[in-house]
């Protein structure tokens, strides 16, 4: 069992479990930026990682990532951990966010989740723009956000504007923005505003009344 990181507002308003994407663990820069900005704004925030991720810091190897299958269970028992007493909000960084998202309609129909949130969705492969990941997402029903990067090299603007995702989907584009939300400098924009503004977006669409 890996080690878990939650970051907690005194009167916590609703609880956010995220996971992070293949290549970063927990404690990324992103990831703590985005868990601490939640708290700020009164969702509890819990981080875990992946059985491979955690056995990198113990075993001095990259590991890959675990299979799909696995990948599920282990948010499976993360979720039957901490689906009590607060709203219930799943999601992640890329590879996260797509975990939790084959898992979203199971749950919120179970009404033990509230929703689900994805940070840079990887909609394909890069480099592999007909490699699609998205035959389960046409017809969710969990209510969901997906914050993108209008140039995310796994699924750009252009490109997920034509793939008829579910209504239950609201995606929210960061102008300018990579698949780590970083902008160019010429766009005005930096890649600390675009982190903000999606631990705003988030925070909105867990608690309306906050952000």
Same mark, same amino acid.
């Given at each position: 069992?890996?080690?878990?990181?939650?970051?907690?507002?005194?009167?916590?308003?609703?609880?956010?479990?995220?996971?992070?994407?293949? @290549?970063a663990?927990?404690?990324?820069?992103?990831?703590?930026?985005?868990? =601490? @900005?939640?708290?700020?704004?009164?969702?509890?925030?819990?981080?875990?990682?992946?059985?491979?991720?955690?056995?990198?810091? /113990?075993?001095?190897s990259?590991?890959?990532?675990?299979?799909?299958?696995?990948?599920?269970?282990?948010?499976?028992?993360?979720?039957?951990?901490?689906?009590?007493?607060?709203?219930?909000?799943? !999601?992640?960084?890329?590879?996260?966010?797509?975990?939790?998202?084959?898992?979203?309609?199971?749950? *919120?129909?179970?009404?033990?989740?509230?929703g689900?949130?994805?940070?840079?969705?990887?909609?394909?492969?890069? @480099?592999?723009?007909?490699?699609?990941?998205?035959?389960? $997402? $046409?017809?969710?029903?969990c209510?969901? $956000?997906?914050?993108? !990067?209008?140039?995310?090299?796994?699924?750009?603007?252009?490109?997920?504007?034509?793939?008829?995702?579910s209504?239950a989907?609201?995606?929210?584009?960061?102008?300018?923005?990579?698949?780590?939300?970083?902008?160019?400098?010429?766009?005005?924009? /930096?890649?600390? =505003?675009h *982190?903000?503004?999606?631990?705003? $977006?988030?925070?909105?669409?867990? *608690?309306?009344?906050?952000?």
């Amino acid at each position: 069992m890996s080690e878990i990181f939650i970051d907690s507002p005194t009167e916590p308003l609703a609880r956010f479990l995220f996971a992070h994407g293949a @290549g970063a663990p927990m404690d990324s820069e992103f990831m703590q930026c985005f868990a =601490q @900005g939640l708290c700020e704004r009164g969702v509890e925030v819990v981080r875990f990682e992946f059985p491979y991720m955690a056995q990198r810091r /113990t075993g001095g190897s990259k590991r890959p990532p675990n299979t799909m299958p696995q990948l599920q269970q282990c948010f499976r028992e993360q979720i039957q951990q901490y689906s009590q007493e607060l709203p219930l909000f799943i !999601g992640g960084k890329s590879m996260g966010g797509r975990v939790a998202s084959l898992l979203a309609d199971e749950y *919120w129909q179970k009404e033990e989740i509230a929703g689900l949130v994805c940070l840079g969705y990887p909609f394909h492969p890069q @480099g592999k723009p007909k490699k699609l990941r998205t035959e389960h $997402l $046409l017809e969710l029903h969990c209510p969901t $956000l997906v914050v993108q !990067g209008d140039r995310d090299p796994l699924g750009n603007r252009q490109e997920v504007d034509s793939y008829g995702l579910s209504v239950a989907i609201d995606i929210e584009w960061l102008e300018d923005g990579d698949h780590d939300f970083k902008p160019r400098r010429a766009s005005g924009f /930096t890649r600390l =505003q675009h *982190w903000h503004k999606a631990v705003e $977006l988030a925070a909105q669409f867990m *608690w309306p009344s906050q952000g």
